[in-house]
């Protein structure tokens, strides 16, 4: 991935105007982000390695026969 | 007069031999004297904690409060009633203040104890260090040249300058338990949706944890016992939050580690760790009289996961300010905020999955063993202003590195107990080091127990810093 392409894009793209003086740390930090995204992607997971944030339905108040 | 300990003091309280406004004014007295070298404090609240003091003075069950009377702050993103919660930043001083205190606030008060002030901290909980440019850096009470930690900084540079028995702080990558090892107190982070986080400020909704600090195993246990408990009412606004019934660790203390099985973690924790932090692991299980050595798998991955889903959540959090007051931010912030706003969703769901695996593998260790110890730190306290860390041919960057031993721990939502050694270094004997005790999901009472042994034990201890 071309990082600084990336970020101007994202950035553009999100309405997020990086100042000129931010943009060197920005690039920084994305690198290092990089990083660490090689090593989560780098575990061979399988179809059913489900991720880890689950969402609980909520009932109304006083519904929930439990 | 020396505040002492919480169980102490609310034992004197709660027999009518000494008043709750005594305590109180104690430590209030304590926060003028030492919080210009130290500053912990970022609100001091004098009027409201000398009224409620009075209070239980006269409350008609005073007597069955375990935490009569005893003074406590909370780091500065819990509500606080009147007051902006300013979460270590300047943007939100511009908030309305607080309408009530946060949940834990009151179940804290409702037990006896009086709030005497909020502390300072990370702007928005991101960093470990705590030079917060906005209001200074929270100087470590024993040594003031060096930092305190973060982001739950004041939180135990208070405990450990003898401010007040017991502080709440939040943990997400690390955040109770650097400062308890840099600071040289107690610290707990319960399991992942054990306490609710209700009228907090977050950071990362699916990291965030909140916990005491304490200078006693048994203050730590008498606090996190106070704030335990089931919410009754409609969909609470932590939905994180998992409804399990008080489950008391106070009472089981004195079993210390009988029964147990104890080991040490190696690979990852061995090698980011400099021997101080190696020499208070091996001194604990030496203590604990385990040679066993565990290994978890992919520790490293399990440490970027948590990186990029708080890089990503937390950025998220605060895009509408990234956008129209970039400025305004902390600076050593600043950039990774605008970064992990641009973060690819691939990315971060790849990351929630790697959680998930971790913590399945993980659990299958605990079927063997019930406490793991690992250093909390790789390091004891360095220099206010440093910039690298050392680790044989390694050269790190400081800020995000402290947290190189926590990150992966808190990514699965264990409940740890960071405990004090001293003397662990070569060259800072003076410095404190802590050491995780870590234990399987909601036995919160395993780490307590082995964490009240080491103390009965003399190995590990926190003294209130000297020459302040």
């Known amino acids: 991935m071309d990082h600084a392409a990336y970020v101007d894009a994202a950035a553009a793209a999100l309405g997020l105007k990086l100042a000129a003086e931010h943009r060197p740390g920005v690039l920084q930090y994305f690198a290092l982000a990089a990083d660490m995204a090689e090593l989560v992607q780098g575990l061979p997971l399988q179809l059913h390695d489900e991720p880890a944030n689950v969402f609980l339905p909520v009932a109304p108040h006083g519904a929930d026969p439990a | 007069m020396s505040l002492g300990d919480a169980a102490a003091m609310a034992g004197r309280v709660r027999a009518g031999e000494q008043s709750a406004r005594a305590g109180v004014e104690a430590?209030?007295?304590r926060i003028a004297a030492t919080d210009t070298r130290i500053n912990a404090f970022s609100a001091v609240l004098t009027e409201r904690a000398l009224k409620r003091a009075d209070a239980i003075d006269l409350h008609p069950q005073r007597a069955k409060m375990p935490l009569a009377g005893v003074p406590f702050a909370v780091k500065n993103l819990f509500d606080v009633a009147g007051l902006p919660t300013l979460a270590g930043s300047t943007i939100e001083r511009d908030a309305a203040p607080a309408k009530r205190d946060a949940l834990l606030v009151r179940r804290m008060e409702a037990h006896g104890a009086v709030l005497v002030g909020a502390v300072h901290m990370d702007e928005y909980a991101y960093g470990f260090t705590t030079e917060n440019s906005h209001y200074g850096p929270t100087r470590n009470p024993h040594d003031p040249t060096r930092i305190s930690g973060g982001s739950s900084d004041g939180s135990a540079a208070a405990v450990a300058a003898g401010q007040v028995p017991i502080t709440l702080g939040s943990d997400t990558n690390g955040s109770i338990r650097v400062?308890?090892?840099?600071?040289?107190?107690?610290?707990?982070?319960?399991?992942?949706?054990?306490?609710?986080?209700i009228g907090t400020y977050p950071f990362v909704a699916s990291l965030d944890h909140l916990g005491p600090f304490a200078r006693s195993v048994q203050d730590l246990a008498l606090a996190y016992d106070a704030m335990q408990g089931p919410l009754h009412g409609p969909a609470s606004d932590d939905p994180a939050f998992v409804q399990r019934p008080i489950e008391p660790t106070s009472n089981l203390l004195d079993q210390g580690a009988q029964g147990l099985r104890v080991a040490v973690l190696g690979g990852w924790f061995r090698q980011m760790a400099l021997p101080e932090a190696s020499e208070a692991v091996d001194a604990v299980a030496q203590g604990l009289s385990t040679t066993r050595l565990v290994e978890l798998p992919e520790v490293e991955r399990a440490r970027a996961a948590a990186f990029l889903i708080s890089n990503a959540e937390g950025a998220a959090l605060h895009l509408p300010d990234l956008r129209t007051r970039a400025h305004d931010f902390e600076p050593l912030s600043r950039d990774r905020f605008l970064a992990g706003a641009l973060l690819p969703a691939a990315w971060v769901q790849q990351a929630q999955r790697v959680r998930y695996w971790f913590a399945r593998r993980v659990a299958r260790v605990f079927e063997t063993v019930d406490v793991l110890l690992a250093p909390a730190t790789p390091c004891v306290a360095p220099i206010i202003g440093s910039e690298w860390l050392q680790l044989?041919?390694?050269?790190?960057?400081?800020?995000?590195?402290?947290?190189?031993?926590?990150?992966?721990?808190s990514c699965i939502g264990l409940p740890v107990v960071t405990v004090p050694l001293w003397g662990m270094s070569a060259t800072q004997p003076h410095l404190p080091i802590g050491v995780q005790l870590i234990a399987a999901p909601w036995r919160e009472d395993h780490a307590l127990r082995v964490a009240a042994q080491l103390q009965a034990q003399g190995l590990c201890s926190a003294p209130v810093a000297k020459g302040l």
Do not use: M, N
Not at chain 2, 392 to 409: E, F, H, M
């Open chain 2, 27 to 29: 430590s209030l007295a």
């Open chain 2, 179 to 197: 400062p308890s090892s840099l600071c040289g107190v107690f610290g707990l982070k319960p399991t992942f949706g054990r306490l609710p986080r």
């Open chain 2, 392 to 409: 044989g041919d390694k050269r790190l960057p400081l800020r995000p590195s402290l947290g190189l031993l926590t990150q992966p721990i």
